[in-house]
């Protein structure tokens, strides 16, 4: 079975970035540590949402500039924020890198 959705997405956006910085004799293992992290990160994403839903998040109501937000939209709300730093941190990171290979090859 194919990986669907968020997975697959975080797969993509990840792993060109860390296979450029990584160095050549290290591609597979940087390969076998993305990839089986990648799988175990979607099912614990999905239970640490159920949690936060059904026991910490449970009952709350937000409103903020005319938007309301229940429990899950909380958590939705809360994935995208981190997706969004999750970006700017790997753009930091293979900036830095390109740097350091750039450096490495003169």
Do not use: K, Q, W
């Not at 992290?37 to 949690?51: C, E, H, I, K, M």
């Not at 429990?71 to 930091?92: F, H, K, M, Q, S």
Request: net charge positive; proline share 6%.
């Amino acid at each position: 079975m194919g990986e669907r959705g968020s997975p697959g997405a975080i797969l993509v956006t990840a792993g060109p970035p860390a296979l450029r910085a990584a160095l050549r004799g290290f591609v597979g293992r940087v390969t076998a540590v993305i990839t089986p992290a990648n799988r175990l990160a979607a099912p614990l994403s999905v239970v640490t949402a159920g949690l936060l839903v059904s026991s910490l998040l449970r009952g709350i109501h937000l409103c903020v500039r005319g938007i309301s937000f229940g429990p899950v939209g909380t958590v939705l709300t809360g994935t995208g924020l981190l997706a969004i730093a999750r970006g700017l941190y790997v753009r930091d990171i293979v900036r830095s890198a390109a740097l350091h290979a750039d450096d490495a090859r003169r």
